[in-house]
């Protein structure tokens, strides 16, 4: 599991299971696919950041707890009419 955070602008756009991919620069050209598990309901007032937390797959276990990684969700795209 991986948490990071959001700008609260994207709030209404995200939902559990939005595609998720991973990326650091410890294991360069690796992408690491998960989903979005958890979406915290509260804005935090000193950066107006909104708390997620993602499940990835790491089957042959190279990602490593505390190490930085750039989370990237895939969000929805706008229907224009």
Do not use: C, I
């Amino acid at each position: 599991m991986s948490h990071f955070a959001l700008p609260q602008q994207h709030l209404a756009q995200l939902s559990q299971g939005l595609e998720v991919r991973v990326t650091t620069d410890a294991l360069p050209g690796r992408v690491f696919p998960g989903k979005l598990t958890a979406v915290n309901s509260m804005v935090d007032t000193a950066t107006r950041n909104v708390s997620v937390q993602a499940t990835l797959e790491s089957p042959d276990h190279l990602l490593r707890p505390g190490m930085f990684a750039k989370a990237e969700v895939v969000l929805p795209e706008k229907v224009l009419r």
